[in-house]
């Protein structure tokens, strides 16, 4: 985290401005997008297969993608660091997963019995995350809910606790306070539970991120109730917003305290915190993780697993899990591609780009003395329109959203990708090298230069 001495305000008019001149510039550039969104809105609610690939007016449409690039339907190349919300970490049509998915294809798509493929797998996701067992799923929402209820099972409570603001899928519980109205939460300290409409999540507590303190309230007044505490290790639904020291140890030790199952929702960290995860490189070791993204080259899977003393209640049956199309022969061969790609030394190249790319652009925020700082965790980076450290929603919540808008549209019509929610972060994948760092890092400038103009 890099946060500069001195600052001067941007000046509100000026950001206006870009924004206005992006949007004019954006709908000129993308007329085939426009075409392609109208006639998807036909078939598709919203036009899209998931309510976070829509922005108004219309989002790019995208037909091919290879290595660090994406062709759109209007013809452009854009430099992708959006890559999937990392599950793109090994890059699009890696040539170590095409080589593994095509040899896949050649024995068949589906068994719904026992493989040897899918115990390799297992056995290098066991490997590398530290963990005695896991099972495959095909989404980061199932994993959260199976691990949840893995939790149930071993406690025989119900009750969770979530982090204000976190994101962790969409069953019910989760829904809970994702991305809570700010003037429907109450105190900072002791947040209200925010259930929107239609939502009917069971007994929930939310709790700030890095905050011990209300943690400990909670489990004091619940904890006869409380079965798990899930959160990401580093929220990276928020921009990227890292643990103080020592709160992830102090959440280790509550929950132990008050026998409370610990979830680290790696989801989002996994392979792109390093070659372990987060949980590892960390130092704090969760109960049950779950996992997703980039654990499978892009394939469709996703993983809860754990302590065994956890799992053993999926063996013993008080928590079945089912899926038809759990571990899949192509997504184990994109576990198996993705074991070969991301040795320690290949995930450290990358993380050491994107550390250059976070000090050069930290450069220019002090340069330009914008009231903005970077914040980096392996392979992903961010810039935050704020002069203060975010350890929070609610910090989170007073950055400044305008200007992190006219910069993300800035950088688009300029032919680079990053995710369109504001929330996400950049991530440097196996094929970024330094052209695309140099891009990133001087289409910021070039930003740095119109708010300034
Ligand atoms: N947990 C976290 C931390 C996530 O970021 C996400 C998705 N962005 C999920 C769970 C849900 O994963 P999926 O979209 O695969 O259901």
Not at 41 to 59: A, I, K, R
Not at 115 to 139: K, L, M, W, Y
Not at 246 to 255: A, D, F, I, T
Not at 315 to 320: P, V
Request: glycine content about 8%.
């Amino acid at each position: 985290r890099h946060i500069p001495a001195t600052s001067k305000p941007v000046s509100p008019e000026r950001v206006a401005q870009v924004l206005a001149d992006e949007w004019k510039l954006f709908t000129k550039n993308t007329k085939a997008s426009e075409a392609e969104s109208k006639r998807a809105f036909e078939s598709l609610p919203l036009g899209v297969t998931s309510s976070f690939q829509h922005w108004d007016p219309y989002p790019i449409s995208i037909v091919s993608a290879k290595g660090a690039w994406m062709t759109d339907v209007d013809g452009r190349q854009l430099l992708d660091l959006s890559m999937g919300f990392g599950a793109m970490l090994a890059s699009h049509l890696n040539p170590v997963i095409v080589e593994e998915v095509k040899k896949a294809l050649e024995s068949g798509t589906l068994f719904v019995t026992p493989s040897p493929i899918s115990t390799d797998a297992a056995e290098r996701i066991c490997r590398r995350f530290g963990i005695d067992q896991v099972r495959f799923t095909n989404s980061g929402t199932e994993s959260t809910m199976y691990a949840v209820r893995t939790a149930r099972a071993a406690t025989d409570k119900n009750a969770i606790v979530k982090i204000e603001g976190g994101y962790h899928g969409s069953y019910d519980p989760f829904v809970v306070s994702s991305k809570p109205p700010i003037d429907k939460i109450g105190d900072a300290e002791d947040p209200i539970v925010y259930v929107p409409d239609g939502i009917v999540p069971g007994e929930m507590y939310v709790v700030p991120y890095n905050n011990a303190d209300s943690l400990e309230r909670t489990f004091k007044k619940h904890g006869s109730s409380i079965a798990c505490f899930i959160l990401e290790p580093v929220l990276e639904n928020l921009g990227i917003i890292l643990p103080d020291e020592g709160y992830l140890e102090r959440v280790r030790e509550l929950c132990d305290e008050y026998n409370v199952v610990l979830i680290f929702d790696e989801v989002k960290t996994g392979l792109t915190a390093g070659h372990q995860g987060a949980a590892q490189r960390l130092g704090v070791t969760p109960d049950l993780i779950t996992l997703a993204k980039s654990i499978g080259g892009g394939l469709t899977l996703a993983a809860f697993g754990g302590k065994k003393k956890y799992m053993d209640f999926v063996t013993n049956g008080k928590m079945a899990h089912f899926g038809t199309f759990n571990g899949t022969p192509l997504a184990m061969a994109g576990v198996r591609a993705i074991d070969r790609l991301c040795s320690d030394q290949a995930l450290a190249d990358a993380e050491a780009l994107n550390q250059q790319a976070l000090d050069r652009i930290s450069e220019i925020i002090d340069e330009y003395q914008l009231p903005a700082h970077t914040v980096g965790f392996g392979v992903k980076g961010c810039v935050t329109w704020s002069t203060q450290p975010v350890r929070n929603y609610r910090d989170y919540k007073a950055t400044d959203f305008t200007v992190a808008e006219a910069h993300w549209l800035f950088a688009l019509n300029r032919g680079i990708i990053t995710p369109p929610g504001l929330d996400e972060q950049w991530l440097i994948s196996l094929a970024h090298g330094q052209t695309e760092i140099d891009l990133l890092v001087e289409d910021f400038r070039d930003f740095a230069k119109a708010l300034r103009a």
